[in-house]
Every structure is written in C-alpha cells, then in structure tokens.
C-alpha cells in the first residue's frame, strides 16, 4: 500500500482527509502512483500532471524521504520506504511569489 499526502486543496477537491492510501500495481514510480492516485480520485485530472503531455505542473514538487524528487524520470522507481508504506509519497504545492 502506498501512502500519499496531498496539499490541503487537493485534498479538499478529491474530499479526504489525511493521508490517502493507495494499491500500486509492479513497481511503485511516479507515473504508476499518480496513475493509481487519478483512477481512484478523477477528480484530480489534471491538477498534478498535464492531461495532454503528463508532465508535472510547474508549482506542483514531489517528495519521499526527505527528498525532492520532483525531477526525477516518472518511471524512475521510488525509494523501497515508499513502496513498503513506511513512508509517504508528498505531492506539494510549491510557493513563489516576489
């Protein structure tokens, strides 16, 4: 089971509260978990990942582990404590301003 923890808006949109838990199929990446993630909240198409080009949105950051993995190739597999659900997979809404 891989556990997910999306920014307050997202949660809000998809109506969970907490972390959401999700079931991956073969080996957890980024795509495979985003993949799981918008079949099972369709709601959320779009909002993380460009619906043409599935590329990540510009103030969208992923990480795992305390790491930024937000450039990492999507089928790149995620680190083992993602995979187990020992730790979360976080989809962050990035701030910029000026």
């Not at 978990?33 to 909240?41: I, Q």
């Not at 909002?47 to 080009?53: K, V, W």
Request: glycine residues 10%.
């Amino acid at each position: 089971m891989i556990r997910v923890v999306l920014p307050h808006h997202l949660r809000t949109l998809a109506r969970v509260r907490g972390e959401v838990e999700l079931h991956v199929e073969g080996r957890a990446t980024q795509r495979s978990v985003l993949d799981a993630l918008e079949a099972g909240y369709p709601m959320l198409r779009g909002t993380i990942r460009d619906h043409a080009t599935g590329q990540r949105r510009a103030f969208v950051r992923f990480f795992a582990c305390e790491q930024d993995l937000s450039h990492e190739p999507p089928d790149a597999p995620l680190p083992d404590a993602v995979a187990s659900g020992t730790e979360p997979f976080l989809v962050v809404g990035a701030m910029a301003g000026g």
